[in-house]
């Protein structure tokens, strides 16, 4: 269609669309064409997008991809009622499917230990026990963890760490005992590894700033050899320290402010899981809950 081509290569010209971008444009236009079948896009109502994202939910395609579709559709009639005599944009208005929220996946305190107990036998493991006790003591990004360097952000005395999270929005979060203990560790044998000019709190074999995705693979490479019998990724920790926390505080807004979520409604995903926990108990303590 001459219309889709012409939007594709405003795109690409007039506001420099990388190549990904127009792919994935040029796809869910494709799949809007295919959709409309005989009928020209042009003639398209609201109700037929509707029924076209029905469609699109009924063979099992998620509800942001769905969203993202939308989205191409809305920006192209957009542009199309701009060059033509559109009556109106038919896909706007149309929501998507509402997301199903999955719960964030997390770690039992025994498995933590599991993980983290066992001293570290070389610098690698050092560095590795610094990083895992300081994400899950703090609850930190892994990007913030990355990030960190030697100096006054990290306050060992004191017990605490600042970090520069989303929107450049600062935040100090108190660092536990056995994290802080790791990481002396890690900064009395960081000299044997890190490069002399190198700022980064943890640094690669090479002495440089270590990079997230090796940080990641570290994390599966000790939860493989602790045969913990699951994949871990960087924010299973960062979730465990949000539930393990609430459980024992239940203090929503304290939470919030450690993760550094601007919303509450962001943090509010880890009642879901504290109420599982308590559901467990209950379950398990409760005479007339209890299995015979």
């Given at each position: 269609m001459a219309e889709v081509a012409d939007f594709l290569a405003a795109l690409a010209h007039q506001r420099n669309a990388s190549v990904h971008t127009l792919a994935a444009y040029?796809?869910?236009?494709?799949?809007?064409?295919?959709?409309?079948?005989?009928?020209?896009?042009?003639?398209?109502l609201p109700a037929d997008i509707r029924r076209f994202a029905m469609q699109l939910h009924s063979r099992g395609q998620s509800a942001r991809s769905i969203a993202r579709k939308l989205s191409a559709w809305r920006s192209f009639y957009r542009w199309l009622g701009t060059h033509t005599a559109l009556p109106q944009n038919p896909a706007q208005g149309v929501s998507p499917p509402k997301r199903r929220r999955d719960l964030p996946k997390t770690l039992s305190p025994d498995q933590l230990g599991q993980l983290l107990d066992k001293p570290a036998e070389n610098l690698l493991e050092l560095r590795d026990k610094a990083m895992f006790e300081l994400f899950y003591s703090a609850g930190l990004r892994l990007a913030e963890l990355a990030s960190l360097d030697c100096g006054g952000r990290l306050d060992l005395t004191s017990g605490e760490v600042t970090v520069t999270g989303k929107r450049d929005k600062t935040r100090t979060v108190p660092v536990g005992r056995l994290a802080v203990a790791a990481l002396q560790a890690?900064?009395?044998?960081?000299?044997?590894?890190a490069a002399s000019c190198e700022t980064a709190l943890f640094v690669s074999r090479r002495g440089t700033r270590i990079s997230p995705r090796t940080i990641e693979m570290r994390l599966t490479r000790w939860a493989?050899?602790?045969?913990?019998?699951?994949?871990?990724?960087?924010?299973?920790l960062r979730h465990s320290f949000a539930s393990h926390v609430l459980q024992s505080s239940g203090d929503?807004?304290?939470?919030?402010?450690?993760l550094g979520h601007s919303s509450i409604s962001t943090t509010q995903v880890y009642t879901h899981l504290d109420y599982q926990h308590l559901a467990k108990v209950y379950d398990a303590a409760h005479p007339r809950a209890r299995k015979k």
């Open positions: 040029r796809a869910d236009l494709s799949t809007l064409q295919q959709l409309a079948a005989e009928k020209s896009l042009a003639a398209l890690w900064l009395d044998a960081r000299p044997a590894l493989t050899a602790r045969e913990l019998g699951q994949h871990v990724h960087p924010h299973m929503l807004r304290a939470v919030q402010e450690m």
